[in-house]
C-alpha cells in the first residue's frame, strides 16, 4: 500500500492536471515527492506531469521549436550576483565587449540562418549607455523589421525601459532568480534588492514589453518551499517566457564548490510551469545541454519550445561563462544552428524560423 505522501502527492499531480490552482503547500509537497519518493514513483510522477506538458505545448505549438539568436553583447558587470561567473569581483574574467558594428554583424549573420529574434544580453555594463542601446535597437530594427529584438541587460530605471522600448525593443528577459526575499538576499550581495528586482518586473510588463521572468533549479538555498514560492509567483505573474535553467557552479565564484542543479528536478518544473502557463515560451536552455548531452532535446519534451543559439562571434564565446563547461563555445552560429535542427528532429520536432510570439493574450 502507497503510504499517505505518496497517495497525496499523486492526487495533487491530478489536480494540478486539471486545472485547480495549488497552495503553496501543496506545491511543496509536489516537489519534495518528486526527490523523496523510491526512483520508481519519482519517474512515475515525472512522466505523469511531462505528458501532460507536453501534450499542452503541442496543443499550442505544435512540433514547432522557436529559436532565438542569443548575441553576448559584454562580460562587464557593475553587479556581484554571487553564482554567476561574470560577476564583478571574479579576477579570472578575461572582459570583453562587443562594438555595434560587431552586433550588426552578428544580425546579419543570424538573419541569412533564418532567425527571426535577435536577444542582446549582458552583464550590466555602464558602457553601453542608455542612448547606445537605443541607437543598436533602432538600427536593428531598421535593417530587418521583420525581427523583433530582445534585450536582458538587467535592472534599469523605468525611464530606460521605456526609451528602449520607444526605439523599438519587443521583449525583456529579467529572471526574477527566486520568488523568496530571504533566498534572494543569500544569492545576491546587500546593495541587491528582491524588491527592485520585482519592480522592474512590473515596470517592463506595464511599458507593454513580452517579459521573461525565471530562476536557476538547485541555486544553492534553495528549497522546496523557496521553489513553491516561484510557481506561486510564475503562476500570478504570468509571464510570456519562462528561463528555467539548472544552476551550475562557476570557478571562481563563492558557490564554485556547490552542487549543480540536476537535470530531472529542472524538467519537473519545467512540466510543471508549461502546465500552469500553457501558451507561455518555455527556453529549453544552454544550461540544461550543459549538463546533459541530450538536455535540450529532453528540456523540449518536457514541454520546453524555444532554443536559443548563440550568435556571439566565437572569439568572445568562452569568455561569456556564467558557469563552467558551457556547451556550444567552440562552433559557428550555422553549426550551432545546423546541430539543434537535427537534435530537434531526432524527437519529431521542427526548428522554425518565425519570430514566434507568445500567444499569452490575455493579461492581468
Ligand atoms: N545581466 C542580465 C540579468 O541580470 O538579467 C543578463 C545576464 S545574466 C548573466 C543571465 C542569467 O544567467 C541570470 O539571470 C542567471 O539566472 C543565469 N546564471 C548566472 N549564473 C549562473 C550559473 N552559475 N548557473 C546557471 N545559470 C546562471
Ligand atoms: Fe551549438 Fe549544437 S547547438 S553545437
Redo the contacts with the bound molecule.
Keep these: 500500500m502507497a503510504d499517505l505522501f505518496e497517495q497525496n502527492a499523486f492526487a495533487l499531480a491530478d489536480e494540478l492536471i486539471a486545472g485547480r490552482a495549488l497552495s503553496k503547500e501543496e506545491f511543496t509537497v509536489l516537489i519534495r515527492a518528486e526527490r523523496e519518493l523510491s526512483e520508481e514513483k519519482s519517474s512515475e510522477l515525472r512522466k505523469k506531469l511531462s505528458e501532460r506538458a507536453l501534450e499542452l505545448k503541442n496543443m499550442h505549438y505544435g512540433n514547432a521549436v522557436y529559436i532565438r539568436g542569443l548575441i553576448e553583447i559584454s562580460n562587464y ?1 557593475k ?1 556581484n ?1 554571487l ?4 560577476r564583478r569581483s571574479n579576477p579570472t574574467t578575461e572582459r570583453y565587449r562587443l562594438s555595434k558594428d560587431d552586433i550588426l554583424s552578428c544580425c546579419k549573420d543570424g538573419y541569412a540562418l533564418g532567425f527571426r529574434t535577435f536577444v542582446m ?4 555594463d555602464p558602457y553601453f549607455t542608455p542612448e547606445l542601446i537605443a541607437r543598436i535597437v533602432r538600427e536593428i530594427k531598421q535593417n530587418y523589421p521583420d525581427c523583433a529584438v530582445t534585450l ?4 534599469h530605471t523605468r525611464e530606460v525601459y521605456a526609451f528602449w522600448r520607444e526605439a523599438g525593443a519587443d521583449r525583456y ?3 526574477h ?1 527566486t520568488a523568496n526575499e530571504e533566498h534572494y538576499n543569500k544569492l545576491h550581495p546587500a546593495e541587491m534588492k528582491f524588491k527592485a528586482r520585482m519592480e522592474c518586473l512590473k515596470n517592463l510588463r506595464e511599458l507593454g514589453y513580452q517579459v521573461g521572468c ?3 533549479i538547485g ?1 544553492p538555498f534553495q528549497t522546496y518551499e523557496t521553489l513553491a514560492d516561484d510557481l506561486v509567483f510564475i503562476r500570478d505573474f504570468r509571464p510570456h517566457m519562462v ?1 528555467i ?6 570557478h571562481d ?1 563563492p ?1 564554485a564548490n556547490e552542487k ?2 540536476t537535470l530531472d528536478q529542472t524538467l519537473f518544473i519545467l512540466s510543471i510551469v508549461r502546465i500552469l502557463l500553457p501558451e507561455a515560451l518555455l527556453p529549453s536552455t544552454t ?1 540544461l545541454g550543459t549538463i546533459h548531452p541530450r538536455g535540450r532535446e529532453l528540456g523540449v519534451l518536457a514541454g520546453g519550445n524555444v532554443c536559443m543559439p548563440n550568435l556571439s562571434p566565437v572569439a568572445v564565446r568562452s569568455k561569456y561563462a ?3 563547461n558551457k556547451i556550444c563555445t567552440g562552433d559557428e552560429a550555422a553549426q550551432c544552428k545546423n546541430c539543434l535542427a537535427g537534435r530537434m528532429r531526432s524527437i519529431g520536432h521542427e526548428v522554425v524560423t518565425a519570430r514566434g510570439d507568445s500567444k499569452l493574450t490575455e493579461q492581468k
Excluded: H, K, V, W
Design positions: 558587470c553587479n550576483c553564482y554567476c561567473g561574470i544580453q549582458g552583464g550590466e536582458s541587460l538587467g535592472e528577459l529579467l529572471r532568480e525565471g530562476m536557476m541555486a528561463g535553467g539548472p544552476f551550475i557552479p562557476a565564484t558557490f549543480a542543479g544550461a556564467l558557469y563552467d
